[in-house]
């Protein structure tokens, strides 16, 4: 399974960023989609994640101020970040988890790259 991250960059305080990640490869159900982030020193948290049945939970940070969807039929996950602020600034992570490549394999969970997102006061 692979995933393509795009969107990160450079923003000023108040502004906004969409994230996107396309999961591709062999795989028949994905159960949950989202993403992370890992700020300099700071351990990896989970901003916001999606269920196949559109479930959302979102880290208490960021609450009315992102945004994840998804898109069952093209494997993709999105983030809207409104509001950016400066704590913000973190390598971003897509994740998907629960994967399953057959009927009778077990479930695995796959991680992109990363992305940076910078918010600048």
């Known amino acids: 399974v692979q995933l393509v991250e795009s969107g990160g960059g450079l923003v000023q305080a108040g502004g906004s960023l969409r994230l996107s990640c396309a999961a591709s490869?062999?795989?028949?159900?994905?159960?949950?989609m989202g993403w992370y982030r890992q700020a300099p020193g700071k351990q990896r948290e989970l901003v916001a994640e999606v269920t196949a049945g559109g479930s959302t939970q979102y880290a208490d940070s960021v609450k009315g101020r992102f945004t994840v969807s998804r898109n069952n039929a093209k494997n993709t996950v999105d983030l809207q970040m409104n509001h950016l602020k400066p704590e913000d600034t973190a390598v971003y992570f897509c994740?998907?988890?629960?994967?399953?490549?057959?009927?009778?394999?077990?479930?695995?969970?796959?991680w992109g790259q990363g992305t940076q997102v910078t918010v600048s006061s």
């Open positions: 994740n998907v988890d629960r994967v399953r490549k057959s009927i009778t394999s077990g479930e695995s969970t796959y």
């Open positions: 490869g062999r795989f028949i159900s994905i159960g949950v």
